[in-house]
């Protein structure tokens, strides 16, 4: 049976969690945004380049020669600048972390994953695997935005996910299943919808410029073509900057990770609803939180590909 796409959280937020994760999430949005910008503005350009070029030709001029190498010499720019910006690596990191810490943050709320009701020191066990990971992530580019001792560790736990961590089982798995895992869901469930329809819709692009710069090229062997226009490269770079995009975007395997993602989720709710005991509620959130990870995904896509 499927779900209903819920309302809006009346328990747990964004707001609720910790300040780090809201910190490295809109570092990773302001990334991504540069990083697809880049790479957008880049395609934009040799684009320009290429058609600026065949009017140049067609005309034997010049003048449109010019603008066509200014073109060319600007995309060069752009990929040496995006090249030190790292504002890819940037991007993933930043959201490895802030994905981390929205996991590390619920399974401590739900008494989940390494947060058992019987360990004696939850808050030391956080702070432990908090900057465990933070490590990690610094040794591949991650950057601290902790300015203040009180912020750091155990600072990061807030007054909400205290109060959801003292409720008992039955309150603590509704909140999950109703703020974490349904939530989940639903925007796996969206982000797979989203991606199915522009890998249809880019595909369908690059397959009718493909096959007219095909009509273009039979045209000129057979010697039908009497205007001196030569379409046929810039059909052929415009056919492979829209297949470009879907590589830096990978609609199609990203539409097949989220949507297997969605289905175990779905999966697990019905489990949880009908046979998790507190006796295994932890390793059951465990597993929840490793099906939304960014790396369970990304292993996903590679057979999506």
């Not at 490295?24 to 945004?33: F, I």
Request: hydrophobic content about 45%.
């Amino acid at each position: 049976m499927r779900t209903t796409t819920p309302g809006p959280s009346t328990t747990v937020g964004d707001r609720d969690l910790p300040q780090l994760y809201l910190a490295n999430d809109q570092k990773a949005l302001s990334r991504q945004s540069e990083s697809l910008r880049a790479t957008r503005t880049q395609l934009i350009l040799l684009l320009i380049a290429t058609a600026t070029a065949v009017i140049a030709q067609r005309f034997d001029s010049q003048i449109a020669a010019g603008p066509a190498a200014v073109m060319y010499g600007l995309a060069i720019l752009m990929g040496v600048r995006t090249s030190r910006r790292h504002a890819h690596a940037h991007w993933q990191v930043h959201r490895d972390a802030a994905e981390f810490m929205k996991s590390l943050a619920w399974q401590y709320m739900v008494r989940g994953g390494p947060f058992p009701s019987h360990v004696p020191d939850p808050d030391g066990v956080f702070a432990e695997r908090l900057e465990e990971r933070l490590l990690e992530l610094r040794r591949v580019g991650w950057t601290e935005s902790r300015t203040a001792p009180q912020i750091m560790a155990t600072g990061q736990i807030t007054p909400v996910m205290r109060a959801v961590r003292a409720k008992p089982f039955t309150a603590r798995r509704d909140i999950y299943l109703r703020d974490r895992m349904l939530e989940q869901m639903t925007w796996y469930r969206n982000r797979s919808l989203q991606e199915h329809r522009a890998a249809l819709r880019w595909s369908a692009v690059s397959t009718a410029l493909t096959l007219l710069a095909l009509l273009t090229a039979a045209v000129q062997a057979l010697g039908l073509s009497h205007g001196g226009w030569d379409l046929t490269g810039l059909l052929a770079s415009a056919a492979a900057a829209c297949v470009g995009w879907q590589e830096v975007r990978r609609h199609r395997p990203l539409h097949y990770a989220h949507a297997l993602v969605e289905q175990d989720l779905e999966a697990l709710r019905v489990t949880v609803n009908t046979t998790v005991t507190e006796d295994c509620w932890a390793r059951t959130v465990a597993t929840a939180e490793r099906l939304v990870s960014p790396q369970h995904t990304d292993w996903l896509a590679r057979f999506g590909s």
